[in-house]
């Protein structure tokens, strides 16, 4: 049996104010050539399907059109489940409808499918709260899958109702997994957990990870999952939240994050993107390979001392996303910045970095308190800017805003 393993789409995320929609159409229908060519037997989408509760119209039509193709009129069934930016009942609404097409959607940690079968041979043999047993059209054994999408811990002491109410997270999902485990998980099919948490060994330093990525560890007083908290008889572990792919250390099984299609923050810059490839059987050890996705713009981070080198990197990359650092003695101009944005039409952030403060502070410092209020605030704007003047829209703005108090 063959899985494809991919998380964090993350549909409709801009970086900025720059739209990423056409690269995540290219990515997206890469990750179905993969999934076409690799023969995949089913899909598991492991969280973080959408960047935000409210995903546009956009982003859900591509969400959907992209499902649509890989389960291939429903014989290769997609089991998509939440993550912390989902909207679980967002997620879930369009279930009943999904089903039909051999795509399960799971938005809570208890969400339970009900047994049903597709004229293509997909049929749901068992189902409980967090778990899923598949027959599929072309394998002669089940595969069993424990889904856990994102919750904070409160809303998962209130689903699995702990008699101590003090039980820390991990210890309550452990023991949640294993019962699940010991009653479904046996050694005549295969046995997948899929999950959209915050992964580590005991012990280890967790890597830097994107800001808008990091606070899933602490909402609700939520704990870093260990990967000794997962069952024996699971063989595989697919995890969401994690933009870069990486897999765990386990003397148990693969415990893999597959990563982000796209890189998604300077953070990420100059990573490589992967989907994970599952091959396995039951009572058997899986074999993991990553598959790197090609489509997409690189994010660089570039640093120039003054224009002439600045114009030279950019012309370098040209095809990149970019975070420019520009050294300079005062302050980029107006001028200057148009003509770096004119050579490059993907600058996203253009930092200046002022190598003689000093006299940037001394000349700032020292404005003349007689200036008419206009000037005063030109002033002030190139001071609280790094010398940047007010544009024309902006001196516009204020305008209007003097002539509303005279």
């Not at 008699?163 to 046995?191: H, M, P, S």
């Not at 990149?320 to 148009?338: F, G, H, N, P």
């Amino acid at each position: 049996m063959k899985i494809l393993h991919t998380a964090d789409w993350h549909i409709g995320k801009k970086l900025e104010s720059y739209n990423r929609i056409e690269e995540q159409k290219l990515v997206l229908e890469e990750i179905c050539t993969i999934a076409n060519n690799e023969k995949v037997d089913a899909i598991i989408i492991a969280g973080d399907l959408f960047d935000t509760f409210n995903p546009s119209s956009e982003a859900v039509e591509l969400f959907y059109q992209t499902l649509k193709k890989l389960t291939k009129q429903g014989t290769v069934p997609v089991i998509a489940i939440s993550g912390n930016h989902d909207s679980p009942d967002r997620i879930e609404t369009a279930d009943p409808l999904a089903r039909e097409c051999g795509i399960f959607f799971i938005g809570y940690p208890d969400s339970n499918v009900k047994p049903f079968e597709l004229d293509t041979g997909v049929k749901v043999i068992a189902s409980a709260p967090g778990f899923i047993e598949l027959k599929l059209p072309d394998t002669k054994y089940p595969l069993r899958i424990i889904t856990t999408p994102y919750a904070n811990e409160y809303r998962i002491k209130q689903i699995l109702k702990p008699e101590d109410k003090e039980t820390e997270l991990r210890a309550l999902l452990q023991e949640d997994w294993q019962n699940i485990a010991d009653k479904y998980c046996d050694t005549e099919g295969v046995n997948i957990l899929a999950t959209h948490l915050f992964v580590i060994n005991k012990g280890e330093k967790p890597q830097e990870e994107p800001d808008d990525e990091k606070p899933i560890l602490h909402v609700g007083g939520a704990q870093a999952i260990f990967t000794e908290n997962f069952p024996q008889q699971i063989q595989y572990v697919a995890l969401g939240h994690l933009h870069r792919k990486q897999i765990i250390a386990s003397i148990k099984h693969p415990v893999a994050y597959s990563g982000s299609p796209l890189s998604y923050s300077f953070a990420e810059a100059n990573q490589q993107k992967y989907v994970m490839i599952v091959d396995i059987e039951p009572n058997q050890e899986a074999k993991v390979s990553a598959i790197e996705l090609k489509q997409g713009k690189k994010l660089v981070r570039l640093k120039a001392k003054g224009m002439e080198e600045a114009e030279f990197l950019l012309a370098d990359h040209q095809n990149c996303l970019v975070e420019l650092t520009l050294e300079t003695d005062e302050y980029i101009s107006a001028k200057d910045r148009q003509l770096l944005h004119q050579l490059h039409a993907g600058i996203i952030t253009l930092i200046p970095q002022i190598t003689n403060k000093n006299k940037l502070d001394s000349k700032f410092n020292t404005i003349d308190i007689n200036q008419d209020f206009k000037s005063l605030f030109a002033d002030y704007f190139k001071h609280t800017n790094n010398g940047l003047a007010p544009n024309e829209n902006i001196l516009s703005l204020l305008n209007e805003v003097v002539a509303e108090k005279e």
